[in-house]
């Protein structure tokens, strides 16, 4: 196969007139030749950080949507589904990637369960992480998330980077605010990315001492605008992620609306596709094409080095994404998932007390995380109640791995601000990280009704109306694999989730993306204050905190 365009060379600052030579999945020549062709040939983009499971979406599925927009490989973590089903979830998601013509490059979980704080499905050891590590499909130790861990000298946390040492293996970080000394010694150990910093001057410190920052700009965080006039000078040291992208959002776009963005706002091209599509391929040492002779030939065809439409992606010399088609096939699978939870009363959700003041959770929007405030408690019969004027909701999260004989747990309570509903609630099975079920609404009977409707289909996401409500409305996008991906294509799932979306907003939330900033909001590792299935949880000084403010 010979390809004409304008090609651009990244590393050499050029772009010229040429034409590639392609044979048996690999770039045999790169030559200069005059022609009048206008496409840009330039290297695929790499996502430097994905939880694929956060699109909803298993791996051959993601892949579909990816290509479309000039994506060719992802740097994902698989711990959303290793909490749910340990090593097992981590090989499905290999095996299932692996049919499709994407390179996904996945990392061992270093953090299952990100905590002992909460109850997850499984538990993944530094000699389960030795064994991952041992696989080639394995390429690097994901996000240490538990980084007092790190500072602590914990001696599972230890052994787990130095297995990825042995291997001569990246260790990826998860880091948000740490600063000074402790973000030194957090380096020190062998860390050395992070996708966390939400300030310009966090992210800048941890560049000057030596760390590779991802700005990440997913579905619910989005750092974008905080750290991209980092770039200019330290393009050298940084890539883009996503993090989390829901459906609606990857059938948008994905690394190359960054990459616009960046350019729109005179940033140089050749810096920002540095960090789009070299720095991934050389820091996680993935087999992915860079455009040069001999590498693997996976690049894309855009229209423009504006806007990055992209009109064909190749893979290996394939060509999975021409005009607006994908070619990249649906894959047959068999659900596993990990779910053992009986149906709720409206009285479980009820908590007696007398308190004049409770601790409250303020989401913040595009962040993931929280503050944590003081508000006046509202009381009507005895019981802490949703207070919809001051927009201060009743949070819940139930334990959906063990049945309510393993032990006397009710569901854990809290209160949260900004979440903006009037009316009905909305829940999920998707609750980083160990995805037990969350729901945010209005009334116990409301929250009782949507976790009822999480657990009747063994997973999913919904919205609910008020019981009394006339139309006794409701949806769910079901999630039948482990309880947060779904078995049908991303197109038919996008459109459920944006359908699903439209409904919470109507129910009055107006965060632009409630579900995704619901799912954050039991990650106990990102601060300030958040809900475990096990209490309320202080993310900063890493331990429980009352309800009860006094």
């Known amino acids: 196969m010979k390809l004409q365009g304008q090609i651009v060379d990244i590393p050499n600052r050029?772009?010229?007139?040429?034409?590639?030579?392609?044979?048996?999945?690999?770039?045999?020549?790169?030559?200069?030749?005059?022609?009048d062709v206008n496409k840009y040939i330039m290297?695929?983009?790499?996502?430097?950080?994905?939880?694929?499971?956060?699109?909803?979406?298993?791996?051959?599925?993601?892949?579909?949507?990816?290509?479309?927009?000039?994506?060719?490989s992802t740097v994902s973590d698989p711990h959303e589904i290793a909490n749910v089903l340990g090593v097992e979830g981590v090989e499905f998601m290999i095996k299932n990637g692996k049919q499709v013509p994407f390179k996904f490059n996945f990392g061992a979980p270093s953090c299952v369960p990100a905590t002992n704080f909460e109850s997850a499905g499984a538990e993944i050891d530094s000699d389960g992480i030795k064994t991952l590590?041992?696989?080639?499909?394995?390429?690097?130790?994901?996000?240490?998330m538990n980084y007092p861990g790190v500072l602590f000298d914990d001696e599972e946390v230890m052994k787990k980077i130095a297995?990825?040492?042995?291997?001569?293996?990246?260790?990826?970080?998860?880091?948000?605010?740490?600063?000074?000394?402790?973000?030194?010694?957090?380096?020190?150990?062998?860390?050395?990315?992070?996708?966390?910093?939400?300030?310009?001057?966090?992210?800048?410190?941890?560049?000057?001492?030596?760390?590779?920052?991802?700005?990440?700009?997913?579905?619910?965080?989005?750092?974008?605008?905080?750290?991209?006039?980092?770039?200019?000078e330290h393009f050298e040291n940084m890539m883009f992620c996503s993090d989390d992208k829901h459906p609606d959002d990857l059938i948008v776009g994905h690394i190359n609306q960054l990459c616009a963005r960046a350019v729109t706002k005179g940033i140089d091209v050749f810096k920002v596709l540095k960090a789009a599509c070299i720095n991934p391929v050389k820091h996680y040492n993935l087999d992915v094409g860079l455009l040069k002779v001999g590498d693997d030939a996976d690049f894309i065809v855009v229209e423009n080095l504006t806007s990055f439409k992209t009109l064909q992606t190749y893979i290996n010399g394939d060509l999975v994404f021409n005009q607006g088609?994908?070619?990249?096939?649906?894959?047959?699978?068999?659900?596993?998932?990990?779910?053992?939870?009986?149906?709720?009363?409206?009285?479980?959700?009820?908590?007696?007390?007398?308190?004049?003041?409770?601790?409250?959770?303020?989401?913040?929007?595009?962040?993931?995380?929280?503050?944590?405030?003081?508000?006046d408690a509202l009381i009507e019969n005895g019981n802490l109640v949703s207070n919809t004027e001051k927009d201060i909701l009743k949070i819940v999260v139930v334990n959906r791995y063990h049945p309510d004989s393993y032990r006397d747990q009710k569901p854990a309570i809290a209160f949260i601000k900004n979440f903006g509903l009037k009316?009905?609630?909305?829940?999920?099975?998707?609750?980083?990280?160990?995805?037990?079920?969350?729901?945010?609404?209005?009334?116990?009977?409301?929250?009782?009704?949507?976790?009822?409707?999480i657990v009747e289909n063994t997973g999913g996401i919904c919205a609910v109306s008020n019981p009394d409500n006339y139309l006794d409305e409701e949806k769910i996008v079901s999630l039948p694999v482990a309880g947060i991906m779904s078995d049908k294509d991303g197109e038919t799932i996008g459109k459920q989730y944006a359908d699903l979306d439209k409904m919470a907003k109507r129910l009055g939330s107006n965060l632009?993306?409630?579900?995704?900033?619901?799912?954050?909001?039991?990650?106990?590792?990102?601060?300030?204050l958040k809900l475990s299935d096990k209490g309320l949880f202080n993310g900063t000084d890493f331990k429980f905190v009352p309800l009860e403010f006094n």
């Open 325 to 375: 088609q994908s070619f990249i096939k649906q894959i047959a699978f068999e659900n596993l998932n990990n779910f053992n939870c009986s149906k709720k009363e409206v009285s479980d959700f009820r908590i007696e007390s007398s308190a004049k003041q409770i601790r409250v959770i303020e989401a913040l929007e595009g962040q993931l995380v929280t503050n944590e405030i003081v508000e």
């Open 14 to 35: 050029r772009i010229f007139k040429g034409e590639i030579s392609v044979e048996n999945g690999k770039i045999v020549s790169v030559e200069e030749k005059d022609h």
């Open 512 to 528: 632009n993306a409630p579900y995704m900033t619901l799912s954050f909001m039991a990650l106990l590792v990102i601060p300030s």
């Open 133 to 144: 590590l041992e696989n080639p499909d394995i390429k690097y130790l994901a996000e240490m």
């Open 163 to 232: 297995w990825a040492k042995h291997y001569n293996k990246p260790v990826d970080g998860h880091a948000p605010g740490l600063r000074g000394k402790d973000v030194l010694k957090y380096i020190s150990a062998g860390i050395s990315t992070d996708h966390e910093c939400f300030t310009y001057d966090e992210a800048l410190e941890k560049l000057q001492k030596g760390m590779k920052i991802l700005i990440r700009e997913g579905s619910a965080a989005k750092n974008f605008e905080a750290l991209i006039d980092l770039l200019p």
């Open 43 to 72: 290297p695929g983009f790499v996502d430097a950080h994905i939880h694929i499971e956060s699109s909803m979406l298993v791996p051959s599925e993601f892949a579909k949507l990816a290509v479309k927009h000039g994506t060719v």
């Open 423 to 453: 009316e009905g609630a909305i829940a999920s099975s998707v609750g980083h990280d160990s995805h037990n079920i969350i729901a945010v609404g209005v009334s116990d009977e409301a929250i009782c009704k949507a976790v009822n409707l």
